[in-house]
């Protein structure tokens, strides 16, 4: 029997356009009816999570900034944050990668340098509270994250950060132009065992969706782990199942299947 659904967000739970099917809420809803819990999974900041579910805002659970914050019932169970010491030098490095733009995020805010318009539109899609600096050296809040942008393809950015920094820290391409690094002890599969405990649920009662390969530690986490059809194939071959893309809502399709059903 299934207790928990974790699902990520974007090129999993909506569609190309950033658009939740007007059924989402409605199916998750029903499923809580069968004491089957729903916590959203994402590399987003927690408040544009709460925005983007805000009808239901208070009836989940949330892994935000890939598993740097964990919030249940409106309470905060779990942040891991970075090492100060480390952040300096790593800036430099990214400011050494041309067409990057780094973002240092805390639990409430982000920090970004930039004004270009184009860079923050693709920002304040994960970012709702975002702030512009001048220098992010500057930035005195406890950082969680560190999300880097490159304007063409996060392999670049990946290739040039992660031979120095994977001592240190993880780094994961989360999409075609983004690289998320935070501690080596963060993970959405990290943060997925803790709501489980929770939830007294486990491996064999887990359902999980993702399409990327900040994805894949939920997914070993699961019995019934689903990729995208949209996902690469790497990200599919940690799979147990496929399920339809997200632009055809296959996330709600299973859920209608095997739960709903």
């Not at 239901?56 to 598993?67: H, P, S, T, V």
């Amino acid at each position: 029997m299934i207790k928990l659904v974790a699902s990520d967000v974007d090129g999993t739970l909506v569609d190309g356009q950033g658009k939740l099917h007007p059924e989402t809420f409605d199916v998750i809803q029903k499923m809580h009816k069968q004491d089957v819990r729903f916590v959203v999974a994402s590399g987003r900041q927690y408040q544009s999570l709460r925005n983007k579910f805000a009808p239901i805002a208070d009836e989940i659970a949330y892994i935000a900034e890939n598993g740097a914050v964990v919030v249940l019932d409106g309470e905060e169970i779990h942040k891991s944050v970075i090492e100060p010491k480390l952040i300096p030098e790593f800036i430099q490095d990214v400011r050494r990668i041309e067409n990057t733009h780094l973002v240092l995020c805390s639990k409430d805010c982000a920090y970004i340098e930039t004004d270009n318009l184009a860079v923050l539109k693709e920002m304040q899609i994960y970012y709702a509270n975002l702030e512009i600096v001048e220098d992010l050296t500057d930035v005195e809040a406890e950082v969680i994250k560190l999300s880097v942008m490159h304007m063409e393809d996060s392999e670049l950015t990946y290739a040039g950060l992660e031979p120095k920094w994977k001592q240190h820290l993880t780094l994961v391409i989360t999409t075609p132009l983004w690289v998320d690094v935070y501690n080596q002890s963060t993970s959405k599969g990290f943060a997925l065992k803790k709501l489980q405990e929770h939830y007294g649920a486990n491996f064999d009662s887990t359902m999980v969706f993702g399409d990327y390969f900040n994805d894949v530690s939920m997914m070993k986490e699961a019995k019934y782990s689903y990729a995208m059809a949209n996902a690469p194939a790497g990200v599919k071959d940690e799979a147990t199942y496929e399920a339809a893309s997200n632009e055809e809502y296959g996330v709600l399709q299973v859920i209608y299947d095997r739960i709903l059903g």
